[in-house]
């Protein structure tokens, strides 16, 4: 390779004209606009005109000033218990169907496509769908459930407060098992087969292998999906928002950032009020949020994978 | 022995394998079913649905389908879909590719500095810079229209394009391209006749992986499209939900003909989607 100041002066524009066009693009449209959520978090805003330097009062405001904090507290204490339960289910299962494909059981390669098809879907359709399904009276779960005679559990999923949450995040498990289930999967089919041998001739049991040998082997993708479940989480926003509404309900229990961050910033439907002060500060909050605790997990589960 | 032999004649016994196909099933039937029953009601009247939900319908009673495709704008959302996923994948390939190549095939100074920036890009979620982008803009004119949602689905997918083609592009060996050198072919021969060819698999990797989510996007038109003829499929779809509020049959034909285009692209194609949708989790 030679340095490029003895390159011809036509090579150097070539690779310019490579370069630089992609460069100016990604620099508008993701850099300006990620930077100046920054600064606009610091301004006081009426409508969409900004107006007064305020320091760091918004974030003070949504962190501990009611009426912001007590929403966005409540908001996060339910993208937390979102977070930790499709932790367990989503990939709590995907881990459990990706062994379970691993082992070529006869149709193996329909059940992938299956488990899949959800996750090609968008969140409209899944959501519009579900909440039709979950209908009270003429859902099809309720329908089912009286079919095989459980008819007493039937109850208006989306509609109690009880139940108005988890109804939400068993749909996006629906929707989503998929993805890590074919993510560990690969994971599992990257193992060289000589360790599965070896281990099998050494007598191990197969819960064994699955603990001591694939498990610790498939780390690498674990930490992947982990991470992008954990940013999904904390993002959510289509599914609910088209399922239960702008408000969380019923009565704010299924309410999360993402809803709450929308409200803020383009109103909702009862007042039409912008606050780009406010909804500025919440996403930078977000942001930092995502970016920290990502990084810092990322680089502990690092330590913990085994390089093949 | 292969690893799907010796995958295939696993110990753990019969029992062990039994429970695994009995969970494979009975898993497939809870995602395959409701999407199945999404489409038989399609075909259903209202009064069916609510009396007779698990009865065969008659499949020759396609009225909520054709109402579906004549009296709602279906396919004015349908044509803003595929024109607004079409033009962003074209011009997340096309910049994608060349940023792709002049990092992978060059040593210029700065060169890791340009990937390390592509590479940062990867991990932001831009909808958390809506609000900029919405004053952005509405700065440019482009609020309201299809232009100004292919301008940020195109800046949101040209970070994974230049991560996936980069490292495609860096296995494909020196001398093809310094025989073609040496037979006289100037730098953008090189690049358009030789090397981009070759790379065609990973252009379809890249395209993937950024066309289903761009195409099944709810949120970028959500708060930048107002005008009902510019709307794409998923938002048209909401809108005509509301319409439609008590006519289940309808309802259920809507959502189906919406699910119909990338659910029959995905049988044909389920290797190629899978590989696309995965590759940003796979080293």
């Not at chain 2, 020196?174 to 698999?201: F, N």
């Amino acid at each position: 390779m030679s340095a490029d100041f003895e390159w011809p002066i036509g090579r150097r524009l070539w690779v310019a004209f490579l370069v630089v066009p992609p460069l100016a693009f990604t620099a508008a449209f993701v850099v300006l606009p990620i930077l100046s959520a920054f600064v606009y978090a610091f301004y006081h805003w009426e409508g969409l005109k900004r107006v007064d330097f305020v320091g760091l009062r918004n974030f003070a405001d949504v962190l501990f000033r009611d009426p912001w904090a007590a929403t966005t507290w409540r908001a996060f204490g339910h993208n937390v218990i979102v977070f930790v339960s499709l932790m367990a289910v989503q990939n709590g299962v995907g881990f459990l169907l990706a062994y379970a494909l691993s082992r070529q059981l006869p149709g193996h390669r329909f059940h992938r496509v299956a488990v899949f098809l959800p996750v090609i879907l968008s969140s409209v359709i899944v959501a519009l769908l579900w909440k039709q399904f979950l209908h009270p009276i003429f859902g099809l779960l309720n329908k089912t459930l009286g079919l095989v005679g459980f008819g007493t559990v039937t109850t208006p999923w989306l509609g109690l407060s009880e139940t108005a949450l988890w109804a939400l995040i068993i749909v996006n498990a629906w929707h989503w098992v998929g993805f890590p289930t074919l993510v560990f999967l690969a994971g599992i089919q990257r193992i060289p087969p000589d360790i599965i041998e070896a281990a099998r001739l050494d007598g191990v049991s197969e819960w064994q292998l699955v603990r001591r040998i694939i498990w610790p082997l498939v780390a690498p993708s674990a930490t992947v999906t982990f991470i992008l479940l954990f940013i999904g989480a904390f993002n959510w926003f289509e599914l609910p928002y088209l399922m239960v509404g702008l408000e969380g309900s019923p009565y704010g229990t299924t309410d999360v950032l993402g809803l709450y961050f929308y409200r803020t910033a383009f109103g909702n439907q009862s007042s039409g009020t912008q606050d780009f002060g406010h909804g500025s500060a919440l996403a930078v909050l977000m942001f930092l949020f995502v970016a920290v605790v990502s990084a810092v997990w990322t680089i502990r589960l690092r330590r913990r994978e085994i390089e093949l | 022995m292969s690893a799907a032999e010796a995958r295939g004649r696993a110990p753990g016994g019969p029992t062990l394998d039994l429970l695994l196909q009995v969970l494979l099933v009975a898993n497939s039937f809870v995602m395959l079913f409701p999407i199945l029953m999404m489409a038989v009601w399609g075909f259903k009247t209202t009064g069916e649905i609510f009396g007779k939900p698990f009865a065969p319908p008659d499949f020759a009673n396609i009225a909520n389908y054709v109402t579906v495709l004549t009296e709602t704008n279906f396919f004015t959302y349908l044509g803003n879909s595929l024109f607004v996923t079409g033009t962003s994948i074209l011009l997340i390939l096309t910049l994608g590719t060349m940023a792709a190549y002049g990092i992978a095939r060059y040593d210029f100074r700065g060169n890791v500095a340009v990937y390390l920036f592509f590479l940062a890009g990867l991990m932001v979620p831009l909808k958390l810079a809506i609000i900029p982008l919405f004053i952005q803009m509405r700065d440019l004119g482009l609020l309201d229209s299809r232009i100004g949602l292919i301008v940020v689905y195109t800046a949101m997918g040209l970070p994974s394009a230049v991560f996936i083609m980069t490292g495609f592009l860096r296995t494909l060996p020196k001398e093809l391209e310094d025989a073609a050198r040496i037979d006289g072919a100037s730098d953008a021969r090189i690049m358009l006749s030789v090397m981009l060819p070759l790379a065609r698999p990973a252009m379809v990797i890249a395209a993937i992986h950024n066309a289903v989510p761009i195409w099944n996007d709810f949120f970028f038109p959500l708060v930048f499209v107002q005008t009902d003829a510019r709307k794409t499929l998923p938002q048209g779809l909401t809108a005509f939900m509301g319409e439609y509020t008590t006519n289940w049959g309808v309802l259920f034909a809507g959502l189906t003909l919406s699910a119909l285009p990338i659910t029959l692209l995905y049988i044909l194609l389920s290797r190629q989607f899978i590989q696309g949708m995965t590759s940003g989790a796979l080293k």
